[in-house]
């Protein structure tokens, strides 16, 4: 059985920081990327940041310069500092990864339970 479980979110005020973290945990050969994503009420799903597993990153815009994603890959976790919060980040943020179950099996994507982030104003 495979989790993804993530942690770290909560109430901020605009301006301050949080950092999320993810861990995966169960029977995995090797995962091959992890992101961040996020969702705000009545707004589609969108990628905040991910890392490969060679260190390649990528941010969505809104985020560059404020958000960081890093792994620590001897404990299959994944962070999201984020810094200089405000509130359109407000969001439900979700853990994903794509990992491989078995040594030639296929990478597969999974999620995890999401963790809520509000910033006040």
């Known amino acids: 059985q495979v989790q993804l479980v993530e942690s770290g979110g909560g109430l901020v005020q605009a301006g301050g920081s949080l950092r999320l973290s993810c861990a995966a945990s169960?029977?995995?050969?090797?995962?091959?990327?992890m992101a961040w994503y996020r969702q705000a009420t009545g707004k589609q799903r969108e990628l905040v940041a991910g890392?490969?597993?060679?260190?390649?990153?990528n941010y969505a815009d809104s985020v560059k310069g404020r958000f960081t994603i890093s792994t620590d890959n001897a404990k299959n976790t994944v962070y999201l500092q984020m810094n200089s919060l405000k509130p359109e980040d407000t969001a439900v943020y979700y853990c994903?990864?794509?990992?491989?179950?078995?040594?030639?099996?296929?990478?597969?994507?999974?999620w995890g339970q999401g963790t809520q982030v509000t910033v006040s104003s």
């Open positions: 994903a990864a794509t990992m491989r179950l078995r040594t030639l099996g296929p990478a597969s994507n999974y």
């Open positions: 890392i490969t597993s060679g260190g390649s990153t």
């Open positions: 169960g029977s995995i050969f090797s995962i091959n990327a």
